[in-house]
């Protein structure tokens, strides 16, 4: 089975591939706003806590934002390019609350291991 990257259907398997992590004890939300994609600009938060992780349409429950184009998201997600790196070279917006980002690194790895599995079924 294959799925495209950031469809209504590989949202929903990202939800329910994060959905029974450990959540924060507070609400963290991280957006994605993905521009240029071919079904134009898709937006997404991950939701930390404080009751659940999830995946969620829309950047509403987001503390911070980050922002890039649809060849670099694909790039981070196929591990071809840095997130760090981007960040630090300006080519990921960040708008919002940094402090959202900042002592969640586990959270967010733990995360990026639970996609992990996406990268095979996707393309």
């Known amino acids: 089975m294959t799925i495209r990257y950031l469809s209504s259907e590989w949202l929903s398997a990202a939800h329910e591939a994060v ?65 760090q790196r981007a960040f630090l070279d300006g080519s990921i917006r960040v708008g919002g609350d940094v402090q959202e980002l900042v002592g969640n690194n586990d959270a967010m790895a733990a995360i990026d291991t639970e996609l992990a599995h996406l990268r095979s079924q996707t393309v």
């Open 19 to 83: 959905k029974d992590l450990e959540p924060m004890p507070r609400a963290v939300g991280v957006a994605y706003v993905v521009t240029g994609t071919p079904e134009g600009d898709v937006s997404y938060t991950l939701v930390l806590g404080p009751d659940a992780v999830s995946v969620v349409t829309g950047t509403e429950r987001a503390g911070v934002t980050l922002t890039l184009g649809w060849e670099l998201a694909l790039a981070v997600f196929k591990g071809e390019a840095s997130a």
